[in-house]
């Protein structure tokens, strides 16, 4: 089902294809429709320990679904935030209620949202929701946007779902714990967006001990876990043996890296200019969180997701090279960030 994007040519039919699903969703008036998931859910964090459970999908059957949530290809092929942003405005959240330890019992909703959530490809669903989904669109920091909401009535799926063979022994496993599961997972070179979503949906630990998380938990979790496994290796290198600036943008978020040779230490300043997505001040805003050779315990408060990630890529880094280091990360966000993508 899923096609590569091959050229630049074939890019801009799938761009131009996406414009026209956008403009679907603006006249959308049903209350059920054939669509396919990229695969992609959503578990909610309002409610807990209650969530709302989201099958994410656009209105309508679509070869090309796996770019709806798909963010690498997005960097591969240069989107801009307006593209993304009508991407995932076309996706239907349609959701239903539930315990986030219901995984640990028979649940018809949730057994389709997890075959669904651990699919390799693209799933064809058939959806009939209460009545005609809500169009508003939800932003937020650490997750990424999507579309309107409609409560689930009922869903089949309309074909065999496919799941790799190593997703599916970790998830078949009962007595493995979740953060070993996302290690292994991550060593076979699986990105964080699937090892997140895994761990959201509650398909990954001890049998006992399996439960719902909710997304903007399980992204920052999954990239923690791995980090702090990454952290025991690199404290094993020797250090890097020169001073090192990296520096690059996308998105309108501007970075500079700095390594330098020394035990691994991290520091990340984020300065939010007037006019940025999350400056609410007019004033020029600066926040930061830190942590020394033996790590932190705490969440990191004032930078919240944005410490995370940065540290994550750099850690992969550093491990690939076999190098350790001392890091410092200054992040800008002027006034053209102006669109929330998570």
Wanted: proline share 5%.
């Amino acid at each position: 089902m899923t096609n590569l994007i091959t050229s630049k040519r074939d890019f801009s039919k799938l761009i131009a294809k996406m414009h026209t699903m956008f403009n679907i969703i603006k006249e959308f008036d049903k209350d059920d429709f054939l669509g396919s998931s990229p695969p992609s859910i959503f578990v909610g964090s309002k409610l807990y320990p209650e969530a709302n459970v989201g099958i994410l999908s656009p209105p309508a059957e679509v070869e090309e679904a796996w770019i709806y949530d798909n963010t690498n290809a997005w960097v591969e092929q240069d989107f801009t935030m307006e593209e993304v942003a009508r991407l995932r405005a076309s996706l239907i959240n349609s959701r239903f209620r539930s315990n986030i330890y219901e995984v640990r019992k028979t649940s018809k909703f949730l057994e389709i949202a997890q075959e669904i959530g651990i699919a390799a490809k693209p799933v064809d669903v058939e959806i009939k929701l209460t009545k005609v989904p809500n169009i508003r669109f939800d932003f937020e920091k650490i997750a990424m946007p999507a579309g309107p909401i409609g409560e689930l009535k009922q869903i089949k799926i309309l074909e065999n779902t496919k799941v790799d063979t190593k997703v599916d022994k970790v998830v078949s496993d009962t007595d493995l714990k979740a953060n070993e599961a996302l290690t292994y997972l991550y060593d076979l070179g699986y990105d964080e967006n699937t090892l997140s979503k895994l761990l959201s949906i509650g398909v990954l630990g001890l049998k006992k001990n399996r439960k719902l998380v909710p997304t903007r938990w399980s992204i920052v979790a999954s990239v923690d876990i791995i980090s702090k496994n990454l952290i025991k290796n690199i404290t094993e290198f020797n250090f890097i043996n020169n001073y090192r600036l990296y520096t690059g943008n996308y998105f309108g978020n501007y970075y500079f890296i700095v390594l330098l040779p020394d035990i691994w230490s991290y520091e990340i300043f984020e300065t939010f200019l007037p006019g940025s997505l999350w400056n609410f001040s007019g004033k020029i805003e600066a926040t930061t969180d830190y942590e020394d050779y033996y790590g932190r315990k705490d969440y990191a408060k004032s930078t919240v997701g944005g410490y995370y990630f940065p540290r994550f890529k750099i850690l992969d880094y550093l491990n690939k090279i076999k190098r350790q280091a001392s890091c410092l990360v200054i992040r800008f966000e002027p006034p053209e960030y102006k669109v929330p993508l998570g």
